[in-house]
């Protein structure tokens, strides 16, 4: 995705400002989402779901779907930025998923939230001497793509098919603004 893309704009810093960068500290849990990528999946599926007269409001969704409110607003803020997402205040106002958001790949939602770190510790302090030239780094970095190419074929709409869909709709909520 390049400058101009509704989904652009790489944020790493974001990511360790909500503390959400990595899970299981310094020698992790294997290779997994950050909890802010999963957050923000889990919000396109549900406003993917929502129906014309649902008020679906940051701290309503959040409740429902079992993340702190700090983390939600977060996410929101961001997919808004990316053109996913959009808010609406006052009267009959909510969170409401963009024609952008709907067309968006899976993939193209998690390339752009997950960034393009190494997977590694290459630049850690101290910085790994190996990290010039070092062919383990290219070998990740070409498997972390393939990963993300295979989220390419996955659609919002193939994401909140049955069984996910009703237990979308069942955590239906109804609020008063787009906070
Ligand atoms: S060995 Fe290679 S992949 Fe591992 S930290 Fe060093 S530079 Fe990075």
Known sequence: MGPSSPISAPNGRLRRETGLYRDGGPYGKGMRLTAFTDVSLRLVMRLAVAEDEDLLTTRAV???LA???THMAKAVARLADMGLVETRRGRGGGLRLTGAGRRASV???VRELEGGGDLAGCEDDPPCPLRESCRLRRALRDAREAFFASLDAVSVEAL???PTRGI???LGVVGHSAE
Request: aromatic share 6%.
């Open 107 to 109: 993939g193209a939602i």
């Open 62 to 64: 959040a409740r429902t």
């Open 160 to 162: 909140t098919a049955a």
């Open 168 to 170: 979308l709709v069942s």
């Open 67 to 69: 993340v702190p409110y």
